[in-house]
């Protein structure tokens, strides 16, 4: 895969560095999670193909022992706030100093400096400092964050995955490391580009949710069908907007014209009442093979059996049967090969890593009885 070869240290955490790390770990690094030990439950489940290593930090032995982990990994995947690495010793001034080709990917929320860099927050926080929030959510409405999907997820997991990928092309150029700094307040924005760039050409004049692609649009919205299902519209081009006044058997030039937005509102009201009048099926008979660009919202439990999603295999399941989606995107030679056992328990695979990491059997003996280090692979196979 295209990451083979590539070692690196998730420091566990919530939502944004799991998911950094599952990505690298589905294209084939060998990502090894570090668990605090007695920890009392796993809350990442995005540990696909991971190792987990439960270390005691608040050990001098246990420091020392993530130092050497850290010092001999390509890359390293922090997620806390600012200072709690300075202060156990382990800040990346000092890991460069002891491996100048080390990457160090610092995922947090505001940034390492300015204001908030060490203030508490979460999605909805972060997605409100970068501007976005305030232009997402129907008209007359209060702002309204979509799940914790744009900036723990997009401006988050995926911008420090990017980065991370990023730093490791440089080095093969320079064979050095850096440090990447992910701001998920930044990391949103960034993914938002596109609504900072586009204002010039009138896509957002109007107040939030009365535009065309923030659900002001009646031709850009969902609708329920009879049987209490969803379809979307996109039908934004003249061509596309003609193929769905045909599926619905509408005369266009009984219609006000499609760009008049003082009539959105009442055409919003002749879309209810047409879809509402056949099964969401008896739509799709009609509109698939078409572009009049007109989709069912599938639920989680539809979208696998979907014929489009089937052909593509677009998701697995896991030893456990349990569904998701499969890595993304899809590369020719070297595609991503995810890891279909289950995901690991705490401190599964102490031994076995610190075994790769060069440790002699005796000294790993001697950490596992002082506490310094925790091992679960009995628990993790019953």
Same mark, same amino acid.
């Given at each position: 895969m295209a990451l083979s070869g590539v070692r690196v240290i998730e420091l566990a955490g919530l939502a944004p560095a799991p998911f950094c790390g599952m990505i690298l770990a589905d294209f084939g690094a060998k990502v090894i999670r570090v668990d605090r030990t007695k920890a009392s439950m796993d809350l990442d489940k995005q540990a696909r193909g991971k190792l987990s290593v439960a270390i005691n930090l608040k050990t001098p032995k246990g420091v020392d022992l993530l130092r050497k982990l850290c010092v001999h990994s390509d890359v390293v995947i922090e997620p806390y706030r600012k200072g709690v690495m300075e202060k156990l010793g382990l800040g990346p001034q000092e890991m460069l100093k002891e491996n100048p080709r080390l990457i160090y990917a610092r995922l947090t929320g505001y940034g390492q400096t300015g204001l908030y860099a060490n203030a508490a927050g979460h999605d909805i926080n972060y997605l409100a400092m970068s501007g976005l929030l305030s232009r997402l959510g129907r008209s007359g409405e209060k702002p309204y964050a979509p799940l914790n999907l744009l900036a723990d997820f997009a401006g988050g997991g995926l911008t420090c995955a990017l980065g991370i990928v990023l730093a490791l092309l440089e080095r093969t150029r320079s064979g050095? !490391?850096?440090?990447?700094? %992910?701001?998920?307040? /930044? +990391?949103?924005?960034?993914?938002?580009?596109?609504?900072?760039? %586009? +204002?010039?050409? +009138?896509?957002? %004049?109007? %107040?939030? !949710? /009365?535009n065309m692609l923030d659900s002001g649009a009646p031709f850009y919205d969902t609708y329920q069908t009879s049987d209490g299902k969803y379809v979307a519209l996109g039908a934004i081009e003249p061509q596309f907007y003609q193929q769905l006044l045909k599926g619905l058997e509408l005369d266009d030039k009984k219609l006000p014209p499609q760009m008049s937005f003082n009539d959105w509102p009442e055409v919003r009201r002749i879309f209810t009442e047409r879809f509402a009048s056949k099964t969401q099926a008896e739509w799709l008979r009609i509109f698939d093979g078409t572009d009049a660009c007109v989709t069912p919202v599938l639920s989680f439990e539809e979208v696998s059996s979907h014929p489009h999603n089937q052909e593509r295999g677009s998701f697995v399941k896991d030893s456990c049967g349990e569904e998701s989606p499969r890595p993304a995107p899809v590369l020719s030679r070297t595609p991503a090969e995810p890891n279909l056992t289950s995901e690991p328990v705490i401190g599964q695979h102490t031994v076995r890593v610190l075994e790769e990491y060069g440790f002699a059997p005796g000294d790993i003996s001697s950490m596992l009885e002082a506490g310094v280090i925790e091992c679960s692979a009995s628990k993790a196979k019953l």
């Open positions: 050095r !490391g850096q440090i990447i700094d %992910s701001s998920m307040v /930044e +990391g949103a924005a960034y993914v938002g580009s596109f609504i900072w760039k %586009s +204002g010039s050409i +009138g896509l957002w %004049s109007r %107040s939030r !949710g /009365e």
